[in-house]
């Protein structure tokens, strides 16, 4: 794996003011269920893969192939989708039914990598001001949310898998179709920022949030999630280590 370190702060594709809230807007989209019913997801879509463009420009060549690599990844899982598989949860009677089926199918593998990006934006460029700032906003969404949904299951067990009462339950921020890829694709996300992160309180913190987000996805019976939260996790862990006996591990692991 590529080794993060952060670039001289005079650099002119530092993060700016504006830059910063447009990460903390993706987090609130991804985090908080019901923001993605209040907020067109094409829109967001469009803002994502412009920011992407403009990302690839700003970060050194060798982390740009990497994300142009993960978004031709994104295409062509996307593709297949879109060939081999059908979608219950859109009426095939709409106009553009094909189009709004490859649309949905892409918006979900796209913001499956988007954490990453902006972590490899926010570790080059960002201050540690900045790091601990989108840190702490993380986690008091998540909690948030994780905490609202808890209240909700106690009372209705199986109402995070009402699918068909998105609406009404996202009031309540009761976990959504949505939040399932946003959490698959925090969570992997967060395992490489410990791997970076020299101190130990601060790997600590960070493990005890995997841990109640795997608590959390439990409760709430989300098992796609965990499994691509996982896999994720161990195909990392086999990238980014020479050692051939755990190499062996992951590969009977997956």
Same mark, same amino acid.
């Not at 590529?2 to 447009?22: A, G, M, P, Y």
């Not at 803002?47 to 050194?60: D, E, F, G």
């Not at 694709?185 to 920022?193: G, M």
């Given at each position: 794996?590529?080794?993060?370190?952060?670039?001289?702060?005079?650099?002119?594709?530092?993060?700016?003011?504006?830059?910063?809230?447009?990460? %903390?807007?993706?987090?609130?989209?991804?985090?908080?269920?019901?923001?993605?019913?209040?907020?067109?997801?094409?829109?967001?879509?469009?803002?994502?893969?412009?920011?992407?463009?403009?990302?690839?420009?700003?970060?050194?060549?060798?982390?740009?192939?990497?994300? +142009?690599?993960?978004?031709?990844?994104?295409?062509?899982?996307?593709?297949?989708?879109?060939?081999?598989?059908?979608?219950?949860?859109?009426?095939?009677?709409?106009?553009?039914?094909?189009?709004?089926?490859?649309?949905?199918?892409?918006?979900?593998?796209?913001?499956?990598?988007?954490?990453?990006?902006?972590?490899? =934006?926010?570790?080059?460029? /960002?201050?540690?001001?900045?790091? %601990?700032?989108?840190?702490?906003?993380?986690?008091?969404?998540?909690?948030?949310?994780?905490?609202?949904?808890?209240?909700?299951?106690?009372?209705?067990?199986?109402?995070?898998?009402?699918?068909?009462?998105?609406?009404?339950?996202?009031?309540?921020?009761? +976990?959504?179709?949505?939040?399932?890829?946003?959490?698959?694709?925090?969570?992997?996300?967060?395992?490489?920022?410990?791997?970076?992160?020299?101190?130990?309180? /601060?790997?600590?913190?960070?493990?005890?949030?995997? %841990?109640?987000?795997?608590?959390?996805?439990?409760?709430?019976?989300?098992?796609?999630?965990?499994?691509?939260?996982?896999?994720?996790?161990?195909?990392?862990?086999?990238?980014?280590? =020479?050692?051939?006996?755990?190499?062996?591990?992951?590969?009977?692991?997956?």
């Amino acid at each position: 794996m590529i080794s993060f370190n952060r670039l001289d702060k005079t650099h002119k594709f530092k993060i700016s003011i504006v830059e910063l809230c447009f990460m %903390i807007y993706c987090l609130w989209y991804y985090i908080i269920p019901s923001a993605s019913f209040s907020t067109n997801y094409i829109a967001v879509l469009g803002l994502c893969l412009i920011y992407i463009v403009i990302i690839i420009r700003c970060i050194p060549s060798t982390y740009a192939r990497e994300i +142009g690599k993960l978004f031709v990844a994104a295409l062509i899982i996307t593709i297949s989708y879109w060939l081999f598989t059908n979608t219950a949860t859109i009426n095939r009677s709409v106009s553009h039914y094909e189009l709004k089926r490859f649309i949905s199918k892409f918006q979900q593998v796209v913001f499956g990598i988007f954490p990453l990006l902006l972590f490899v =934006r926010l570790k080059l460029y /960002g201050t540690k001001k900045q790091e %601990i700032l989108i840190l702490l906003v993380f986690c008091i969404m998540f909690i948030y949310t994780m905490f609202n949904t808890w209240n909700e299951l106690s009372v209705n067990e199986v109402a995070s898998r009402s699918w068909e009462n998105f609406e009404e339950m996202s009031e309540s921020n009761v +976990g959504t179709y949505g939040f399932i890829y946003a959490t698959s694709a925090l969570i992997p996300t967060i395992i490489i920022v410990i791997s970076y992160i020299r101190k130990l309180v /601060g790997k600590i913190f960070l493990i005890v949030i995997v %841990i109640a987000m795997y608590a959390f996805l439990l409760k709430a019976q989300y098992t796609l999630a965990i499994l691509i939260a996982s896999i994720c996790i161990v195909l990392f862990v086999f990238l980014s280590t =020479r050692n051939t006996f755990i190499k062996i591990l992951v590969i009977l692991t997956i």
